[in-house]
């Protein structure tokens, strides 16, 4: 019976070879089905795709409203827009650890990005609003108080232009004059990002930036000197910009010991012999290290401890340290 079937079946095929056709318009009709469910739904997700980056940092912390309204206003601007936080948590009015941060996290965004650094105490006064165009393509948008003394000096500013308040502003914010971060750093990110707005029509082209005096990393065959620019908020661990490298000059390897002092304006804080090490579990729990961060630069810590609450020591452009090898004998 089975044989019999399946003769009959190609015979019936042989005979009526419509039904060929009706499977292969059947095959068509479904990889048409197929290919539409991929216009349907692929499509729309490589629409989402973001036009652009805005990265944003504050001081204003997320207790309020103040950062939901400038994402807002760049969505508002262009939905399609990827909006990140570098930080919301700079101290209020640090314009320094705002510079500090924004040169420490610049490298690994896409240069199309636009960051948004407002750390503005002057806000509403005559310091000047600005777009800086960086030497590797990246934008950022920021009151001209400081805040790019940092990524100027390592990166580069390409141009800087002072934004036309009168023209580059959200509608309807004339009136106001303290919340610059919403109504011109938001809003002129946004234009930028999204290309509603080119950097040549931003406003008038500036001679420079306003930058802050600070401790710059030197050494000679004995000493390296340089600054406190930021703590670790978290763990307490001193932060310097002396780069690691610099122990090379003074034959210092990861297991000797080296002499640490700290000052600030002039008046020593601290003073203290720790080892340079690896990690901070290279040293017993509760003793002092000197490592390398992760950006490269030297640092002080205790292991499972605060560094900075212990000694007493802050962060800022006149925060000093001084490193040297730790003499024989010393504890």
């Known amino acids: 019976?089975?044989?019999?079937?399946?003769?009959?079946l190609c015979a019936s095929q042989s005979r009526n070879p419509s039904g060929i056709v009706a499977r292969m318009s059947?095959?068509?009709?479904?990889?048409?089905?197929?290919?539409?469910?991929?216009v349907v739904f692929v499509a729309p997700l490589r629409a989402a795709d973001p036009d652009g980056i805005v990265v944003l940092q504050t001081d204003f912390g997320l207790k309020d409203q103040a950062v939901a309204a400038m994402r807002g206003v760049i969505r508002t601007v262009d939905q399609g827009l990827a909006v990140d936080d570098l930080t919301h948590e700079i101290p209020s009015y640090n314009i320094w650890e705002a510079a500090y941060r924004l040169n420490a996290v610049i490298d690994y965004w896409p240069a199309r990005t636009v960051f948004v650094s407002v750390v503005d105490p002057g806000v509403g006064t005559s310091r000047k609003s600005v777009v800086a165009r960086l030497k590797n393509g990246e934008t950022i948008v920021t009151p001209d108080n400081g805040t790019l003394t940092l990524v100027a000096e390592r990166v580069g500013v390409a141009a800087v232009r002072e934004i036309d308040e009168r023209r580059h502003r959200l509608p309807g914010s004339e009136g106001s004059y303290t919340f610059h971060g919403r109504d011109v750093y938001a809003y002129v990110g946004a234009l930028l990002a999204s290309g509603k707005l080119k950097f040549d029509d931003v406003g008038p082209l500036?001679?420079?930036?306003?930058s802050i005096t600070y401790e710059k990393a030197r050494h000679d065959s004995d000493h390296i000197y340089g600054g406190i620019p930021v703590l670790d908020p978290q763990y307490g661990n001193v932060w310097t910009n002396v780069p690691a490298s610099f122990l090379d000059a003074l034959n210092i390897h990861p297991g000797d010991s080296v002499s640490l002092t700290v000052t600030e304006g002039g008046a020593a804080r601290v003073s203290l012999t720790a080892r340079y090490v690896h990690t901070f579990g290279d040293v017993p729990v509760g003793e002092p290290l000197v490592y390398a961060n992760s950006v490269g630069m030297l640092a002080a810590a205790i292991n499972q401890r605060d560094f900075a609450a212990t000694y007493h020591v802050a962060s800022g452009p006149t925060w000093r340290i001084e490193v040297t090898r730790a003499k024989a004998g010393s504890p």
């Open 26 to 38: 059947n095959k068509v009709t479904l990889s048409s089905a197929v290919l539409l469910l991929v």
């Open 1 to 8: 019976m089975a044989a019999e079937s399946r003769f009959t």
């Open 206 to 210: 500036q001679n420079g930036v306003v």
